[in-house]
């Protein structure tokens, strides 16, 4: 089972940058697929951006399509998230989550993403 730490959150103005990073160990990283979810204060934990194992597949949700982007690099056993355009909605506290796949192209639904890291707080504010 793999073990996850984010890192890179803070503060930003509206409009700003940052780069979260999803640094995996514990078990063979190529085999998992791993999401992005976030939770803002009082709402749930949503799921906003997913990468297969294999880093040929991705998706995101729709509130962030466009200005996110999912990428990872399996010899550093790291999954990053490239947040643009960031607005103040976008706070929250953000989790990288794994799903076991195999080496493929398979993005599972979110429900099926654990081993959830210790979250990075994201404000973006004026």
């Known amino acids: 089972q793999l073990q996850l730490v984010e890192s890179g959150g803070g503060l930003v103005q509206p409009g700003g940058s940052l780069r979260l990073s999803c640094v995996a160990s514990?078990?063979?990283?190529?085999?998992?697929?791993i999401a992005w979810f976030r939770q803002a204060p009082g709402k749930e934990r949503k799921g906003i951006s997913a990468i297969s194992s294999r880093g040929n597949s991705y998706m995101s949700d729709i509130p962030v399509m466009g200005r996110f982007t999912i990428a990872r690099d399996n010899a550093k056993n790291t999954v990053y998230l490239q947040m643009s355009s960031l607005k103040v909605e976008d706070t929250s506290v953000y989790y990288c989550?794994?799903?076991?796949?195999?080496?493929?192209?398979?993005?599972?639904?979110?429900?099926?993403?654990?081993?959830w890291g210790q979250g990075a707080q994201v404000t973006v504010s004026s």
């Open positions: 514990g078990d063979t990283f190529e085999e998992y697929a």
């Open positions: 989550a794994a799903a076991r796949t195999g080496y493929s192209d398979d993005i599972p639904v979110w429900s099926d993403f654990g081993s």
